[in-house]
């Protein structure tokens, strides 16, 4: 590996490990005052040191980012990494950066360790346009989603067992309004990957069992995240509902990207 690639890779590892302290130091209620603003800034740091590291790895590997796996899972992180920093301001959910920078973590070591690879088959370049950055950006979206369900239902449970809220988690109502805001913004990106994958991919009678599967759980997120949505407005769903339910079509989710990463193993395996 050239020595630039190396020199990104190990400051965003390092910067990502010292935002991810930091964040649960401030959950724990531990951080001091004078450095609150330092995890937010370490996250960005990290971030870009990521997205460095990964573009010169592709350019050095003569592969096109957008054909390999190892740059998708960087670009999810990364649109994580962003939105959250855009919506902390406005949304009060500093304590997603529990979830963000260990995420980013995560996956940087990830590349470094599995490698850039490059798919058997390559996909038209309007569907890499439209479906994968539709993928990537929603995904990025229900990620924060389900952050901030899971950060709901834990201050619930704190509230209702009389225990007072320690740390920094947010309050009830900001993690409330930040699900559904999360989920508007996602939901018109996973309809757009539906649609164009829907459109490009081959039909499920010629499809594997692995992609008649993920085809399958792909339109079942998109109508858990569909009812998620119309139950809020028309039944007025809010708080544990709402929460538990983002937390299922966030795992839908997870399980189909699940199946876009074992795919190549699965192939090599005769599977």
């Known amino acids: 590996m050239p020595t630039s690639s190396l020199i990104f890779f190990s400051a965003a590892v390092v910067a990502y490990l010292a935002a991810s302290t930091l964040f649960y130091l401030d959950v724990a209620n531990a951080r001091q005052a004078r450095i609150q603003w330092l995890a937010p800034s370490l996250l960005i740091t990290a971030a870009f040191c990521h997205g460095t590291y990964v573009t010169l790895a592709s350019f050095v590997a003569h592969v096109c980012p957008v054909h390999s796996l190892?740059?998708?899972?960087s670009m999810a992180s990364l649109l994580s990494t962003a939105s959250y920093v855009v919506a902390r301001r406005w949304a009060r959910?500093?304590?997603l950066g529990l979830l963000v920078a260990p995420l980013g973590l995560?996956?940087?070591?990830?590349t470094f360790f599995i490698g850039t690879s490059q798919p058997s088959q390559k996909l038209p370049a309007m569907f890499i346009g439209f479906h994968v950055l539709a993928s990537l950006a929603g995904f990025a979206m229900f990620l924060l989603a389900c952050g901030a369900a899971v950060l709901y239902?834990?201050?619930?449970?704190?509230l209702k067992s009389k225990r007072a809220p320690e740390g920094g988690l947010p309050a009830l109502d900001s993690l409330d309004r930040a699900i559904q805001r999360f989920l508007v913004g996602g939901f018109p990106l996973l309809t757009l990957a539906v649609v164009t994958g829907t459109v490009w991919a081959k039909s499920l009678a010629q499809g594997s069992p692995q992609e008649v599967l993920r085809h399958v759980l792909s339109y079942a997120t998109w109508l858990v995240f569909a009812m998620v949505l119309s139950l809020r407005v028309v039944g007025g769903w809010r708080g544990r509902r709402a929460a538990y339910g983002t937390v299922v079509g966030f795992a839908c989710v997870l399980t189909v990207l699940t199946l876009y990463i074992v795919r190549p193993l699965l192939t090599l395996g005769g599977f």
């Open 70 to 73: 190892q740059f998708m899972l």
């Open 93 to 95: 959910i500093d304590a």
């Open 106 to 110: 995560v996956i940087v070591l990830g």
């Open 153 to 158: 239902l834990v201050q619930e449970k704190r």
